[in-house]
């Protein structure tokens, strides 16, 4: 499941020498630091405008996690000019969708609607970054919802629990420690005060990226861009200190037991830098990133792929095996795998047996029909990937919030398919190793 | 794409309609008969195919999980090719093959890039798959043992627990009221006879309904829809499904324990298929009640003015026969009665009350405003037509869905939640800690 989103991610666009259309893309900045990123895509009378905030729990600290996805939920109720629910409102009389998505690198606002609503998007977001109405009254409700959607997503959820416990284990310095959503007592004891604070530090034209995809003209979005958010000052806007992440403390574990779960889960997470970490470091390759992608796709990329031929099929050993790969990160981010047992099989067997999946590319390297089948994937997904605007949008916006340039998505395809099975071998060696490695078991109580 | 005889094509009919200013679609009959809906989409080089079968869940009978375990196997190896082989095959091309099962629908889909080598080749696997799936036992149990792993998954999740049973309850004995992907005991006594039987039956041209969507011309589509059915046997049509008995009820709460800190709340009501009457009225109120995302009267009542929920929502499921219509939130078991009385009381108002005109106007402008938002991609318009077709929708569906919502009228919604949401219909669940005495 993982891989294929990630794959989708970056299979994209134009490479001039094929035959596809041709989106036009073109950035622009205005004089108050904000970026606007258009991609014209003529298809239907849509649009998807999005902005992104280079905000997220990455820039949290203990105490406070959770502040970005708190101020997410609060940026929904109303600004002096359109109080109450009425951007709400707007949105849906005029047949649009709207939400909005935190992450541990940003916060992003998006709505989908006729392309002709461009300028309305503009007016209500611009108005929202600068004139949002903090209350007391709404902060108390709205922090109960999100305990209730901690409660639903982690707290209620055995596999939720087992990754958040994870993603602890493994991070000692990088606040990838810390959950989006934010720890239970952090949420518990914020105060508005903090979200108050939070959006005065953030929410700036300069920690801005507009990216818009649809039916529209880059010059026209961009007129509309200078009308809307042309007048907003610029801020002075903290920046992220780079954290390094250690190796070579030792292989850490974690054995769960829980009362609601019914099935076991293996999590399996490996250190490795992601494409954000390593443009910040002079130590590391880049292309190392590009090998782990593809690692992922030969190790689970489709029903062909190792896992599956191997452990799910040939061995029988696990019902489910899966390999998620961040590389759009800011931070060294994880190679983790997660599997299921089939029945009468231990968490401990198959962990053995997923180490030996991995370290068995050093042996048996991909075969050039293992690479053939990764590289006609990544050439179609490119194709797939351009049948949704929010897809092609989300691409753009997350790699500019990480600090990377969203042509990057072009270069990337080349990129991947200049990886060979040599390149992965090396990878394999240089961070599949136990002393980057946590692994976290969770077993039913009832198994006990 | 190979250039398949189109003389042989009789072409019984070609209706042009509109998606959209940019997007027509085309519908004929192979020549045994197989209707198809087609829209060319030039822009992308990529095609995508949807083969409807009548061969969902309620074709079980009382080997519940059968259909949805046939619908995975078709993709396990086809003729020589073994699974490892027929999945390394499909990697090969760059293509996707996906096949699942709804309760009324099995289904497989086909999406390949345009270049002629490609979807030859994906073509060739995907009739390969039709006309000799393997159906090896060492599949079959795997499947098998993946399902019932499946529903240990469902067990550790309230949601999953409380929507079984308020199917269980709203439609009994009805196929409609038992999980798709079966029970234990059903799922343990399947054998490879079981699987071809029901793939013989019901995988067969007289059950199929075929949609195409990409950057193809009329000519491909045709030579592809003739591909596919022409390796299909013909068969007999399904008979006419039959609709789950009609009961009286006295309104229902199911309380059931369960070791979570939130309560899941559903309470649900039998609803119509597409095409009913009663339809287009549902379909609205459900979207004021629930379905109109960060605006709902559910949204609003629940969660913006009392915090008590993540997520409250309604959802109309129409289905061949009748369908439901069903509100959801959970909460802190400690906030559950306020919820649940929240929920009812909400409830109530509407019936006595109706919804207000801005709740109503806001729902119905949602649904036909955003109708375009519902078909700009190949993937959306694909599914669209799959649904025309084998709902049997008028061919002009799309066309007239804005003219069908916007007469709908404050005193039609009243009319229909009044009759389909009465207290007398309502079967509430409950699944959450600390619920005693089960009922």
């Known amino acids: 499941m993982w891989p294929n989103a990630i794959l989708s991610i970056f299979t994209t666009i134009a490479l001039i020498a094929l035959p596809l259309a041709s989106p036009m893309s073109q950035e622009f900045q205005l004089s108050n630091g904000l970026k606007l990123i258009v991609q014209e895509d003529q298809r239907a009378p849509v649009a998807v405008v999005q902005i992104w905030y280079k905000v997220g729990s990455a820039h949290e600290h203990r105490g406070i996690t959770g502040v970005s996805h708190a101020l997410e939920h609060m940026m929904f109720k109303g600004t002096e000019a359109y109080p109450d629910g009425r951007f709400s409102q707007i949105v849906a009389e005029k047949g649009g969708r709207e939400n909005a998505f935190t992450s541990s690198d940003y916060t992003a606002y998006y709505q989908q609607w006729s392309s002709e609503n461009v300028g309305l998007s503009f007016e209500l977001e611009a108005d929202r970054m600068n004139n949002l109405v903090l209350k007391e009254e709404e902060f108390l409700k709205e922090i109960n919802v999100v305990l209730e959607e901690r409660r639903l997503r982690t707290d209620d959820n055995p596999q939720g629990l087992a990754r958040e416990a994870n993603r602890a284990l493994v991070f000692q310095e990088s606040p990838y420690r810390h959950p989006v959503i934010g720890w239970e007592s952090d949420i518990k004891g914020m105060r508005l005060d903090d979200l108050e604070k939070w959006y005065q530090q953030w929410y700036a034209p300069n920690n801005a990226t507009v990216v818009v995809v649809g039916d529209v003209s880059s010059k026209a979005v961009h007129k509309l861009a200078q009308q809307h958010f042309g007048s907003l000052a610029r801020e002075r806007v903290p920046f992220l200190r780079s954290t390094k992440e250690r190796v070579g403390q030792g292989t850490k574990r974690l054995v769960m037991t829980s009362d609601k779960a019914r099935v076991p889960l293996l999590l399996m997470s490996y250190k490795v830098p992601s494409l954000g970490s390593v443009r910040a470091s002079d130590e590391i390759d880049e292309a190392d990133v590009y090998a782990l992608d593809v690692l992922a796709e030969v190790l689970d990329g489709d029903a062909s792929a190792r896992f599956a031929k191997h452990l799910i099929r040939g061995k029988s050993l696990a019902t489910f095996a899966s390999i998620g790969y961040s590389p759009v990160s800011l931070l060294d981010t994880l190679f983790s795998i997660s599997a299921v047992p089939v029945a009468g099989v231990t968490l401990d067997q198959l962990e053995v047996a997923i180490k030996s999946e991995l370290l068995e590319i050093i042996q048996s390297p991909p075969t050039q029909i293992e690479m053939q089948r990764v590289k006609s994937q990544v050439i179609a997904n490119r194709v797939y990937a351009m049948d949704s605007m929010e897809n092609q949008a989300t691409i753009i916006g997350q790699l500019e919030s990480v600090g990377l340039d969203w042509r990057l998505k072009d270069e990337y395809i080349e990129n991947i398919t200049e990886i060979t099975a040599t390149d992965l071998v090396a990878v394999v060696k240089k961070y599949i190793r136990s002393d980057a490695l946590a692994t976290t078991q969770l077993l039913p109580e009832s198994s006990l | ?439």
Not at chain 2, 13 to 20: E, Q, R, T, Y
Not at chain 2, 51 to 61: H, T, V
Not at chain 2, 116 to 139: C, G, H, N, Q, W
Not at chain 2, 352 to 360: A, K
């Open chain 2, 1 to 439: 794409m190979k250039n398949f005889v189109s003389t042989m094509l009789v072409l019984l009919l070609v209706f042009p309609l509109c998606i959209s200013a940019k997007v027509q679609v085309e519908s004929w009959s192979t020549e045994n008969n197989v209707s198809v809906l087609y829209a060319q989409v030039p822009e992308l080089d990529m095609v995508d195919m949807y083969l409807a079968f009548d061969a969902g869940s309620i074709r079980d009978g009382t080997k519940h999980g059968l259909a949805n375990l046939v619908s995975a196997l078709i993709l396990q190896g086809a003729s020589n090719l073994n699974v490892d082989a027929f999945k390394e095959a499909i990697g090969l091309t760059g293509g996707i093959l996906s096949s699942g099962s709804t309760s009324d629908m099995g289904y497989i889909k086909m999406r390949s890039l345009t270049e002629d080598t490609k979807l030859e080749a994906v073509m060739r696997l995907l009739k390969l798959a039709l006309s000799s799936p393997r159906f090896d036992d060492i599949d079959l149990d795997r499947l098998v043992a993946k399902t019932l792993i499946g529903l240990d998954f469902k067990k550790q999740s309230p949601a999953a627990v409380a929507q079984d049973e308020l199917y269980a309850e709203l439609f009994a004995a009805h196929p409609y009221g038992f999980p798709h992907e079966g029970t234990a005991e059903s799922l343990k006594s399947f054998t490879r006879d079981d699987v071809s039987k029901f793939f013989n039956e019901f995988y067969v041209a007289k059950n199929l309904n075929i949609s195409i969507v990409g950057a193809i011309n009329p000519r491909q589509a045709k030579a592809m829809a003739e591909e596919i059915s022409s390796v299909l046997a013909s068969g007999e049509r399904a008979d006419e499904a039959f609709s789950p008995p009609s009961k009286k009820t006295r309104g229902i709460l199911i309380k059931r324990n369960f070791p979570s800190i939130q309560s899941h709340i559903r309470v649900g009501v039998r609803g119509v298929e597409r095409g009913h009457p009663d339809y287009f009225p549902l379909l609205v109120a459900n979207h004021a009640l629930g379905g109109n995302s960060l605006v709902s009267v559910l949204f609003r009542s629940i969660r913006e003015e009392r915090g008590l929920a993540y997520s409250a929502y309604s959802y109309f499921s129409p289905k061949l026969n009748g369908g439901s219509l069903v509100a959801a939130l959970q909460t802190d078991r400690g906030n559950q009665e306020e919820a649940l009385s929240v929920l009812d009381s909400s409830l109530e108002k509407l019936r006595l009350e109706g919804f207000s005109g801005e709740d109503i106007a806001s729902a119905k402008d949602n649904l036909t405003r955003g109708f375009p938002l519902r078909v700009d991609t190949n993937a959306e318009i694909l599914n669209y037509l799959a649904m025309i077709g084998f709902y049997k929708l008028p061919i002009d569906y799309i066309e007239t869905f804005a003219g069908n919502v916007g007469r709908v009228t404050p005193a039609e919604v009243s009319k229909v939640f009044n009759r389909y949401l009465s207290p007398e219909k309502l079967v509430t669940v409950i699944v959450g800690p600390n619920q005693d005495g089960d009922e």
